[in-house]
């Protein structure tokens, strides 16, 4: 069965986001300085070939802790559908 995996990386709060940083700076240029605290991540999108949404959610799981996320820096959450 095919599921689909929808990952979001940010990272950790304590960490600081020098992209989102300038982002925010920016919102301030473009006259929307209520704009405040921007985070930027990446959003992840992966086909994964499983027996079941809980085998799809392990191998998903799997990946993000060995490959997508560094853990040191980043938090991850993820959704899995059938496809």
């Given at each position: 069965m095919?599921f689909?995996?929808?990952?979001?990386?940010?990272?950790?709060?304590?960490?600081?986001?020098?992209?989102?940083?300038?982002?925010?700076?920016?919102?301030?240029n473009?006259?929307?300085?209520?704009?405040?605290?921007?985070?930027?991540?990446k959003?992840i999108?992966?086909?994964?070939?499983?027996?079941?949404?809980?085998a799809?959610?392990?191998?998903?799981?799997?990946?993000?802790?060995?490959?997508?996320?560094?853990?040191?820096?980043?938090?991850?959450?993820f959704?899995?559908?059938?496809?």
């Amino acid at each position: 069965m095919k599921f689909q995996a929808e990952i979001d990386v940010m990272p950790k709060k304590e960490i600081l986001d020098p992209q989102g940083k300038a982002v925010t700076g920016s919102m301030k240029n473009l006259g929307l300085a209520e704009i405040q605290n921007v985070r930027i991540g990446k959003h992840i999108t992966l086909e994964i070939e499983a027996e079941s949404v809980e085998a799809a959610e392990a191998k998903t799981e799997q990946a993000c802790k060995n490959l997508l996320a560094n853990l040191i820096m980043e938090s991850y959450t993820f959704t899995v559908t059938p496809a």
